[in-house]
């Protein structure tokens, strides 16, 4: 199977690079309180990954994020997000990724995320490690006060809430950035360039793969009281593993 996740991805990302600059349409649409924007790309993009999945697996579920839904109560499920960082696309950003996961009896057992702007291509598979073209990755050992974050980048929702976990957060680390893209964020942390990861309302598709990569890789990913992660839990925190526990204690001391 991973075999078939890395010829989506990388069928999708060569698409994306292809149409990068040339988007032809942008569109509203409400995911949950938000308002986001789809692009004629995006759909296109699903598409493709949709078709190659059904040529290879025609009795798999899919689950997109530009409306692919389809349940044939098979033990597998595609989580798929085509353009993972449509905003950052939009505005000729190139921080930007194709996102691939596959569900076994709803475990997640692969992930690959595909960087086509920079030529990076991130899989993992349960129990095997995370790779990085072929080579394979680690987080970084750094601790608290060395840590570079990685920070959700909308107020929108919960804005009191993540004001305060911020003010103690950026008290106790060295710094905080905010790229617009969970498939950069995770690729980032699991191959050790930052440090820590805190995302809030993402959905399945956005973080399986990713968050896969980063516990491949050695890190650690759970919700924000510290259970095991899953791809439905609403927000989560992952981090190098190191410091993990006492991010953990600091969100318990939030103010709201």
Same mark, same amino acid.
Request: with cysteine.
């Given at each position: 199977?991973?075999?078939?996740?890395?010829?989506?991805?990388?069928?999708?990302?060569?698409?994306?690079?292809?149409?990068?600059?040339?988007?032809? %349409?942008?569109?509203?649409? &409400?995911?949950?309180?938000?308002?986001?924007? *789809?692009?004629?790309?995006?759909?296109?993009?699903?598409?493709?990954?949709?078709?190659?999945?059904?040529?290879?697996?025609?009795?798999?579920?899919?689950?997109?994020?530009?409306?692919?839904?389809?349940?044939?109560?098979?033990? +597998?499920?595609?989580?798929?997000? #085509?353009?993972?960082?449509?905003? !950052?696309?939009?505005?000729?950003? #190139?921080?930007?990724?194709?996102?691939?996961?596959?569900?076994?009896?709803?475990?997640?057992?692969?992930?690959?995320?595909?960087?086509?702007?920079? !030529?990076?291509?991130?899989?993992?598979? &349960?129990? &095997?490690?995370?790779?990085?073209?072929?080579?394979?990755?680690?987080?970084? &050992?750094? !601790?608290? #006060?060395?840590?570079?974050?990685?920070?959700?980048?909308?107020?929108?929702?919960?804005?009191?809430?993540?004001? /305060?976990?911020? =003010? %103690?957060?950026?008290?106790?680390?060295?710094?905080?950035?905010?790229?617009?893209?969970?498939?950069?964020?995770?690729?980032?942390?699991?191959?050790? /360039?930052?440090?820590?990861? *805190?995302? +809030?309302?993402?959905?399945?598709?956005?973080?399986?793969?990713?968050?896969?990569?980063?516990?491949? /890789?050695?890190?650690?990913?759970?919700?924000?009281?510290?259970?095991?992660? !899953?791809? +439905?839990?609403?927000? +989560?925190?992952?981090?190098?593993?190191?410091?993990?526990? =006492? *991010?953990?204690?600091?969100?318990?001391? %939030?103010?709201?």
């Amino acid at each position: 199977m991973i075999d078939l996740a890395i010829k989506v991805a990388k069928t999708a990302g060569d698409f994306l690079l292809e149409r990068f600059g040339k988007i032809r %349409r942008i569109n509203e649409k &409400k995911t949950g309180r938000r308002m986001t924007l *789809v692009t004629d790309v995006d759909i296109e993009a699903e598409r493709k990954i949709a078709r190659l999945i059904h040529q290879e697996c025609p009795h798999h579920d899919i689950l997109g994020e530009e409306s692919t839904a389809e349940r044939k109560e098979s033990d +597998y499920r595609w989580l798929i997000d #085509p353009l993972d960082g449509t905003h !950052n696309y939009i505005r000729g950003i #190139p921080l930007y990724g194709v996102s691939v996961a596959l569900e076994y009896q709803g475990e997640v057992v692969l992930g690959v995320i595909n960087l086509p702007y920079f !030529n990076q291509l991130f899989e993992a598979q &349960k129990g &095997k490690g995370a790779l990085l073209n072929g080579e394979r990755i680690f987080v970084s &050992k750094r !601790n608290l #006060p060395q840590t570079i974050a990685l920070y959700d980048s909308t107020l929108l929702d919960d804005k009191g809430l993540k004001i /305060s976990f911020l =003010e %103690r957060l950026t008290k106790r680390i060295f710094t905080i950035r905010s790229l617009g893209s969970a498939a950069v964020h995770l690729s980032l942390l699991a191959r050790g /360039s930052v440090d820590l990861l *805190v995302e +809030y309302g993402e959905e399945p598709w956005d973080f399986s793969a990713g968050a896969l990569l980063v516990e491949e /890789s050695g890190g650690r990913i759970t919700d924000m009281e510290g259970r095991s992660w !899953n791809p +439905y839990m609403p927000r +989560y925190i992952a981090s190098n593993g190191r410091i993990h526990d =006492e *991010v953990l204690k600091i969100w318990a001391q %939030r103010q709201i």
